[in-house]
């Protein structure tokens, strides 16, 4: 089972920038979907953004045109930018990766957007 760590979350204002990293123990290849998730105080866990094949990209409503998913195979690395955050944003995101039976999934990384 891969192991994933996230990291990039932190305070940041209404308008502002983040990119969150996950580093994965192991390869990630093109087969393997990989999203982020997130999780607000409250609420249940949706989905942010995914990848599927390597090639399809998806993003929930709410983020379209502020957040891009992407992956660095030679670094084992997902990625999501995320721009003109909003306080609505605010959650803890987590990273996930799945294959056949695997479903790996990080602790995730707070993010706190103040208006």
């Known amino acids: 089972q891969v192991q994933l760590v996230e990291s990039g979350g932190g305070l940041v204002q209404a308008g502002g920038s983040l990119r969150l990293s996950c580093v994965a123990s192991?390869?990630?290849?093109?087969?393997?979907?990989v999203g982020w998730y997130r999780q607000a105080p409250g609420k249940q866990r949706e989905l942010v953004a995914v990848v599927t094949n390597g090639i399809r990209t998806d993003y929930v409503d709410s983020v379209k045109g502020r957040f891009t998913i992407s992956r660095d195979y030679a670094k084992n690395t997902v990625y999501l930018q995320m721009n003109s955050l909003k306080p609505e944003d605010t959650a803890v995101y987590y990273c996930n990766i799945r294959w056949l039976a695997m479903d790996a999934w990080g602790k995730g990384t707070l993010v706190t957007v103040s208006s």
């Open positions: 192991g390869s990630i290849f093109s087969s393997y979907t």
